[in-house]
C-alpha cells in the first residue's frame, strides 16, 4: 500500500456510537466469486483507486463503506466495465468472475453487464409503462421468444422483488408514477429480469425514507439466497444491518476487509477505527 496515497485523519470530532451488527450478519466461509488483484483506477492523470485487490464471496452481501470521494464507487463500476464509458477513465489490474477476466479483450461488454447488473443511487426506470421495463432487458437480449415467455419472466422478476403484489394490476401504467421507494424496488426487476449472477448497488436507499429503506433492506437479505450483492453505502448502520462482509475505503485505498462484525468491534487498522467511531467522514 503507497504511503504517499494515505493521509492522516483531521482533527476528532465527539465519537459516534458503533452500529449494531446484526446475528444475519454473521458470515460463513463463501467460494470466491469476485477476485479483484491489483486494480489502479485513473481520470486523465488523477488516480482515484490505488492498488485495490479483494475477493467478494458468492452469495453474501458485500459493503463498500468510507468517507465521499473515497473510491467506493468508481471502484464498484469497475466490476462491470461501466467505468469503459468515461473516456478519460483507464483501469489497469486484473478483475475476474469466476475465473475469467472481466477486461480480457474477449470479453464482451454487454454480456458482462447482464451477468452483474446494477442499481443507481437515484431509482430510474425507462419512461415506459412497468411491463416494460422489466421485460425490456430480457428482450434485447434475446431471451423472450413470446407473450407467455415475458409474461413469466416479468412476474418472476416482480415477485422476486416484492413488487408484484403492488403493481399487478397496473402493469400498463408508467413505471414513473410509482412511488420512489416502488420505483427502486422496478429497478431492481430490471435488474434480476435478465437473470445476472451479481448485483451491484450504488448507494440505492439514499434517496429513499426510512420505510422504502428498510424495505429495500430487507429485500436485499432475500436476494442474496440467489445473488451475489455488492452495495455501496454512506451509513454504517445499513452495512451493519444487511452485510456479511466489509471494505472500507480511504482515499482512494481499501484500507481493509473483512467480517462485518470484525470491521465493526475489532478492526486492525486505526483508520477505520477512527471513520466508525465518527473522528472523520
Request: proline fraction near 6%; charged fraction near 20%; glycine fraction near 8%.
Amino acid at each position: 500500500m503507497s504511503e504517499n496515497a494515505i493521509l492522516r485523519a483531521g482533527p476528532s470530532r465527539v465519537a459516534a456510537p458503533v452500529p449494531t451488527v446484526s446475528a444475519a450478519a454473521q458470515t460463513q466461509p463463501h467460494r470466491v466469486k469476485i477476485a479483484a488483484s491489483h486494480v489502479d483506477v485513473f481520470y486523465a492523470a488523477k488516480q482515484a483507486v490505488v492498488d485495490v485487490s479483494i475477493d467478494i464471496g458468492e452469495h453474501q452481501v458485500t459493503a463498500f463503506i468510507g468517507p465521499s470521494g473515497c473510491g467506493k464507487s468508481t471502484f464498484l463500476r469497475c466490476l462491470n466495465r461501466m467505468n469503459d464509458t468515461i473516456p478519460i477513465c483507464r483501469v489497469t489490474g486484473r478483475i475476474a468472475i469466476d475465473g475469467a477476466d472481466i477486461y480480457d479483450p474477449g470479453m464482451d461488454p454487454v454480456q458482462l453487464r447482464a451477468r452483474v447488473g446494477m442499481v443507481f443511487q437515484k431509482p430510474n426506470p425507462f419512461p415506459k409503462a412497468i411491463y416494460e421495463n422489466v421485460a425490456y432487458g430480457p428482450r434485447i437480449h434475446g431471451m423472450i421468444g413470446n407473450r407467455a415467455e415475458a409474461d413469466e419472466i416479468v412476474e418472476r422478476s416482480l415477485r422476486a422483488a416484492a413488487l408484484w403484489d403492488e403493481v399487478k394490476d397496473r402493469l400498463d401504467e408508467p413505471g414513473t408514477g410509482l412511488s420512489g421507494g416502488q420505483q427502486q424496488r422496478l429497478c431492481i426487476a430490471r435488474a434480476i429480469a435478465v437473470s445476472p449472477e451479481v448485483i451491484l448497488m450504488d448507494e440505492p436507499c439514499s434517496a429513499l425514507d426510512p420505510i422504502a429503506t428498510a424495505r429495500i433492506e430487507e429485500l436485499i437479505d432475500e436476494l442474496r439466497q440467489n445473488y451475489t450483492i455488492i452495495i455501496v453505502t454512506h451509513s454504517m448502520q445499513q452495512a451493519a444491518r444487511v452485510s456479511q462482509r466489509t471494505a472500507f475505503f480511504h482515499l482512494g485505498v481499501l484500507v481493509e476487509a473483512g467480517d462485518t462484525e470484525t470491521i465493526f468491534t475489532n478492526p486492525r487498522d486505526e483508520r477505520t477505527q477512527d471513520y466508525i467511531t465518527g473522528r472523520f467522514g
